[in-house]
Each structure stands twice: as structure tokens, then as C-alpha cells.
């Protein structure tokens, strides 16, 4: 698989991310507004900041990708952390331990970190001979 396939896999792994969290994000608000004995500053901050964030840098991540925009490199560097975060959160936050709900989060954060660290290569389907 080439480096352009995986970043189109990629891509799209960013879209629907995106959707993912903008709906917990929603459900996150609705619960807190209905139970206003949680609303805290820690539950605002971990959950729906938390989740809005992730849904803003891995839908610009995927825009910018699919259009080939100048940027698309650091949000799709940008949206990789993001998913090693999502990936150390359940450690730093909660005190039972369910970090390997998360492993297909930090597999992906490192794939996308290997693939958009790298450079474009080039490559000339015409080399010079002589």
C-alpha cells in the first residue's frame, strides 16, 4: 500500500471521527444539561470541550486532506496526537483502568504520526536518461 493510500485511509478515518464526536459531543451536553448535579468543571473539560476538540481538528484534518490544501500535513499531524490523546485518557482521567478500549486509537495516532511526519516523495514517471 502506498503512502497516498494509506493518507486517503486515513482521511476518511479522520471523517468519521469527526461525526463520532460531534454527536457525543451533543450527548455529553444533553446529559449534563438534564443532570445539573454533574455539571463541573472537571465533566465540562473532559468530556464535552474535550470532545469538541477532537471533532474540530479531525474534521479539518479531513478537509483539508480531501481538498490537498497546503496545511494538510499539520492537521493531519494534529488529528494523529489527537487520537494518541483520546488513547491516554482514560489512564490520566479515570482511575479504573480501560486503556485497551483505546489501543485502536493509539494504533491509528501512530500510523497517522508515520505518514504525515513524512514528506511527499515525488516520484517522476519520466527520469531522465542519458
Known amino acids: 500500500m502506498q ?6 485511509v486515513l482521511c476518511w478515518i479522520f471523517a468519521c471521527t469527526s ?4 454527536v457525543l459531543c451533543l450527548r455529553s451536553m444533553y446529559t449534563i444539561s438534564r443532570n445539573y448535579a454533574s455539571l463541573t468543571l ?7 470541550l474535550f ?5 474540530a481538528i479531525a474534521g ?3 478537509w483539508t486532506i480531501l481538498k490537498g490544501e497546503p496545511l494538510a500535513r ?3 499531524i494534529a ?10 485518557r482514560p489512564i490520566i482521567f479515570f482511575s479504573r483502568s480501560v486503556w485497551w478500549h483505546h489501543v485502536g486509537a493509539l494504533v491509528i495516532g501512530v500510523i497517522g504520526l508515520v505518514m504525515f511526519l513524512r514528506r ?5 514517471p519520466h527520469p531522465h536518461s542519458t
Open 51 to 55: 470532545e469538541a476538540v477532537v471533532a
Open 19 to 22: 461525526l463520532m464526536y460531534v
Open 42 to 48: 472537571s465533566n465540562l473539560l473532559i468530556f464535552v
Open 3 to 8: 503512502d497516498k493510500d494509506v493518507r486517503e
Open 79 to 88: 488529528a494523529s496526537l489527537m487520537y494518541i490523546l483520546i488513547f491516554l
Open 120 to 124: 511527499c516523495e515525488q516520484h517522476d
Open 60 to 62: 479539518t484534518a479531513w
Open 74 to 76: 499539520g492537521w493531519g
